[in-house]
C-alpha cells in the first residue's frame, strides 16, 4: 500500500499573483506529490495550499514552498484580515493512506526542525504535534499575531518550540502540526458592521459555548460585508448545515441577511450528502447506488 500524507499549508499573500505563482510553482512537477487545490484570498491577504503524496515529497515540496515565501514576504508590511504570524502561517499534516497519526506528529516535527536550522524560522508545534498542552491550539499560538509575537517571543512562555527565540528578518514565525481533516467554512453577511460577525462568531464557537467541533472569527471583506470565518474540526458531530442555519437564525435576529458562503480547500463528499439529505429531505437515500460517479467507481 502507498503512503500518502495531506497537507494544507497557509501562506501571507493573496493579492500579488506573482507572489502566489511562485509560492505554488513549489508543488509543480513534483514526482509522488500533486498539487490539489489552492485557494488565495485578496481579503484574507492569504494562500491555502492542498497538497498530497508520499510524505517525503510532500514534506520537501512545503520546506521549498517556505523558503519562497520567506524570500518574497515581508512580514513588517503584510496587511490582511486573517490571523497570521508568519509569511509560511500553518502546515497541517494530515494522515491519508499507510500512515498513522503518530508518524505524522514525526514528521511534522521533523520539518519544523529543518525550518528553525536550515532557513532560521522559528517553529511552533500545534495539534497532535504540540510539545506543550496549552500549544494544541493555534489560536493559543497566534495571539496577538505577529505583531504582537514580535515584541513576546523571547519571553519564556512565548519561546518557540524549534529554532530561534527570535523572528526571522522577514517571514516571522511559523506553526507546523499534525491534526484530523477539517472543513474550512465562510459565511459572509450583507453589512459592513464587524461587531455582528464577531458576535456571532462567538455564538457559533466551541470555546465560547457554541459548537464544540466549531472555531471561529468574524472578519472585515468585501468593503460592503463581513465574514463569520470557521473550521468545522468534526463535521460528522457538527455538519456543514447546522452551523450555516445557526449563522442565518442568528444573523436574521441581528436584521442581517446572509450573503453567500464559501469552502475552502477540499472537504470530504460525505458532508455534502449530508447537507443535501438535510435540504432536500431525502429519505431512502443511498448514495453508493444513486451518485451516478460512486456507480461508476464501483463498476471499473
Known sequence: MMRIIEAVPNFS?????????QILDAFKGRANCQLLDHHADKDHNRLVVTVVGEPEAVMEACFAAAGT???????????????????????????????????CVEM???????????????VYLYEEAAKRPERRSLEVIRRGEYEMLKDEISLEHRQPDLGPAEMHKAAGAT??????????????????DVSVAKEIARAVRGSS???VNVKAIGLEVEGDAVQVSMNLTDFRRTPVHRVFEFIKREALHRGVAVKRSEIVGLLPQAALISTARYYLRLTEFSPSDQILERRLEAEK
Do not use: C, W
Open 175 to 192: 506553526v507546523v502540526g499534525a491534526r484530523q481533516p477539517l472543513i474550512a467554512y465562510n459565511v459572509y453577511l450583507r453589512t459592513s
Open 209 to 211: 459555548g457554541g459548537f
Open 13 to 21: 499573500e493573496g493579492r500579488r499573483s506573482e507572489v502566489v505563482d
Open 69 to 103: 515565501a520567506a524570500d518574497l514576504i515581508d512580514m513588517d508590511k503584510h496587511r490582511g484580515s486573517h490571523p497570521r504570524i508568519g509569511a509560511t502561517d500553518v502546515i497541517p499534516l494530515l494522515p491519508v493512506q499507510g500512515v498513522d497519526m503518530k508518524e
Open 108 to 122: 511534522a516535527r521533523a520539518l519544523g526542525e529543518r525550518l528553525a536550522t536550515e532557513l532560521g524560522i522559528p
